[in-house]
C-alpha cells in the first residue's frame, strides 16, 4: 500500500464516529496543555473547566470542524495544495483567536494519539508516518498564516 492508501483506509475507519475520535483528540490535547481551553470562549463567557468546556455545544461543534478539515485534507491527498490558500487563512484566524503556532506541535501528537487509540493494531508505523507527514503539510500551509 502506498502512503496515500494508508492515509485513506485509516480514515475511512475513524470516521465513522468522527466526534468520538475528535473528543479524544481534544482531550489528550488539554492533559497535554490545559490553558488551551480559556482560548475557547463562547459569547464572552470562559469555560471553567475542560469537561465543561468538551461538553459544551459549541466546543462540539468546533470539534467537527477539525474534523472537516483533516476529512477534506484525507480527500485531497493527492493535490494538498489545492488547501493551500484555505489552510493559510486558517492559520490566521487560529493567530488571531490567540493560539500559539508552537501549540500545532502538540495538537499533532493528540491526534496521533487519537488515531492510535481508535485504530489499535491497524495503527502500524508505516501509517503512523503517513499521518506525520500529511499533518505537517497541513501544518506547514497554516504557519504562513503566523508570518507578519
Ligand atoms: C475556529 C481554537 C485547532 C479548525 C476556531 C475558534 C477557536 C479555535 C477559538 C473560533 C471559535 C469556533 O469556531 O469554535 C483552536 C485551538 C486549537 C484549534 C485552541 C488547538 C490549538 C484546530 C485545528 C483545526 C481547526 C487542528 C483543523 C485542522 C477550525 C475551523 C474553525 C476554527 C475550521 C472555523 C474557522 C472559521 O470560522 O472560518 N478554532 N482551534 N482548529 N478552527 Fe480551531
Given at each position: 500500500e502506498t502512503q496515500k492508501d494508508l492515509i485513506r483506509d485509516s480514515w475511512h475507519i475513524v470516521s465513522q464516529d468522527q466526534l468520538h475520535h475528535g473528543t479524544v483528540l481534544f482531550t489528550r490535547l488539554f492533559q497535554l496543555?490545559?490553558?488551551?481551553?480559556?482560548?475557547?470562549?463562547?459569547?464572552?463567557?470562559?469555560?471553567?473547566?475542560?469537561?465543561?468546556?468538551?461538553?459544551?455545544?459549541?466546543?462540539?461543534?468546533?470539534?467537527?470542524?477539525?474534523?472537516t478539515v483533516i476529512d477534506a485534507a484525507v480527500g485531497s491527498v493527492d493535490s494538498l495544495s489545492s488547501l493551500d490558500e484555505y489552510l493559510t487563512g486558517l492559520g490566521r484566524k487560529h493567530r488571531a483567536v490567540g493560539v500559539k503556532l508552537e501549540s500545532f506541535k502538540t495538537v499533532g501528537e493528540s491526534l496521533l494519539y487519537a488515531l492510535e487509540l481508535g485504530l489499535g493494531d491497524a495503527f502500524t508505523p508505516d501509517t503512523r508516518e503517513a499521518w506525520s507527514q500529511l499533518y505537517a503539510t497541513v501544518v506547514r500551509s497554516m504557519s504562513r498564516g503566523w508570518r507578519r
Open positions: 496543555e490545559p490553558e488551551l481551553v480559556f482560548l475557547f470562549h463562547y459569547n464572552s463567557s470562559e469555560f471553567s473547566d475542560v469537561q465543561e468546556c468538551l461538553s459544551s455545544a459549541e466546543f462540539t461543534e468546533h470539534i467537527r470542524k477539525v474534523m
